[in-house]
């Protein structure tokens, strides 16, 4: 812990606090390489354990949608834990939990327990979930032109762990037989260290607590401005429609990328891919989730959130159908289609993610996050679950080309957005 006298230095010292938001980007791209290695692991091989244990594929969207349901759960509690005792122990209670899950998935494969693979995998979910909610921790002392950057920072540091995961399926898979457990489990393995070797990082060097700083200096200049505004004057409250419009970008992104993700392996290895090329597509569309994050933040900042928006519903159309109509032989434009897939929800994701940050206060900022992560969790969770079932019973490419028409919602919602916030502009001029 710090002290007060401690945070009363940050908040007296621009130039401290300036230091203390690149060390803390520092720190969050250091765990997040370590984290994008664990939350890889899921992504990669869920769907084929499950359908392996199983014997179905009726059932094979079932561990995204745990994933994605625990991811719900975790979101929700390690944002209230951030609010009220900083980021430093949400996330890091949140990877804890995420590694203890991927454990609970190896000994499920070992001991063929299903029960426990579904009971392990919504625990992993933390680690999901705290993976993605890691972005909030570099805004937090970021000013409004530096929010969109400090997300993409963030983003862009999962890469590397991200992209490495699926291409060590067949090492990870040929390590875990050679100790007696099963090769798909593998993953879960390095999933386990991954997760709980980033809730140490975090536990131990994310002080102070960029968050606690925040809530701080608010604090100081609410007080300040009451002072000079009198006592008519109101504290800076949450922009509701902001946060409706972030949110529902980020839920209608999510549950297209889920819905075609989750299938893709098990499309791909009906049609006698093997396990190295299905990594191979997954591990260029999680490049895609995230390595542009870097161009995709300064454009958010430069150009403005709602036209990355428009850009990511259009991205995710043309992802859509791209994997609808590719030849299911051709890794070129299934690749195509999957890193198109991941662009289109980074796109989604670092705007809406923008978005809320512009709308909501430190003093409530982190409760808001996480119930908007929530929602995203729980959209994923559908779209996960129901993927399985549309390919069951009509086909992979009913299921893309139904995702890309989804993702044209953005436009109206965004547009809607504009027009109301134009209106607002018009009346205040007006008054």
């Not at 997300?151 to 991200?162: D, K, M, N, P």
């Not at 995961?165 to 489990?185: D, E, K, W």
């Not at 393995?189 to 960029?210: C, E, K, N």
Request: net charge positive; proline share 3%.
């Amino acid at each position: 812990m710090v002290s007060e006298n401690g945070i009363q230095s940050y908040i007296d010292s621009p130039e401290k606090q300036r230091k203390l938001y690149k060390r803390t980007l520092i720190i969050i791209v250091i765990s997040q390489i370590f984290g994008g290695a664990g939350l890889a692991a899921g992504v990669t091989v869920g769907a084929l354990l499950a359908q392996d244990m199983l014997g179905s594929d009726s059932f094979a969207g079932v561990p995204s949608a745990l994933l994605t349901l625990g991811s719900a759960v975790a979101a929700l509690l390690v944002g209230r834990l951030s609010q009220k005792f900083g980021r430093r122990i949400g996330l890091a209670t949140g990877f804890f939990a995420g590694g203890i899950g991927a454990i609970g998935v190896v000994i499920s494969a070992i001991t063929s327990n299903i029960l426990l693979l579904f009971v392990s995998l919504l625990i992993y979910g933390a680690g999901t979930a705290t993976n993605l909610q890691a972005r909030y921790a570099g805004t937090d002392l970021a000013n409004p032109k530096q929010r969109a950057t400090a997300i993409s920072i963030a983003l862009v540091s999962t890469t590397f762990g991200a992209v490495a995961g699926p291409n060590l399926v067949n090492v990870l898979g040929q390590f875990a037989t050679s100790i007696g457990v099963p090769a798909l489990a593998g993953p879960f393995i390095l999933g386990a260290a991954a997760f709980i070797l980033t809730g140490l990082v975090l536990f131990i060097f994310l002080r102070p607590d960029p968050l606690v700083v925040a809530k701080a200096i608010a604090n100081i200049q609410s007080k300040e401005e009451s002072n000079d505004l009198g006592e008519n004057s109101r504290p800076p409250t949450i922009q509701k429609r902001g946060v409706v419009v972030g949110a529902t970008i980020m839920i209608l992104t999510q549950i297209v990328m889920v819905a075609i993700m989750t299938m893709t392996p098990v499309h791909m290895g009906h049609h006698g891919h093997d396990l190295r090329e299905i990594g191979l597509v997954i591990g260029f569309h999680i490049g895609a989730m995230y390595l542009p994050s870097l161009l995709t933040g300064f454009l958010v900042d430069k150009i403005g959130r709602t036209a990355m928006a428009i850009a990511s519903g259009a991205t995710l159309l043309i992802a859509g159908f791209l994997a609808a109509f590719a030849p299911a032989d051709s890794m070129v434009l299934l690749i195509c289609a999957l890193a198109l897939l991941g662009l289109g929800w980074n796109f989604g994701l670092i705007s809406g993610t923008t978005l809320i940050v512009d709308s909501t206060t430190p003093t409530t900022r982190a409760k808001t996050q996480g119930s908007v992560d929530v929602l995203i969790a729980l959209s994923g969770a559908a779209g996960g679950a129901l993927s399985g079932m549309v390919v069951a019973n009509s086909s992979y490419a009913t299921l893309s080309i139904a995702g890309g028409i989804i993702s044209l919602l953005l436009i109206p919602v965004v547009v809607w957005s504009r027009k109301n916030n134009t209106t607002e502009s018009n009346n205040s001029l007006a008054g």
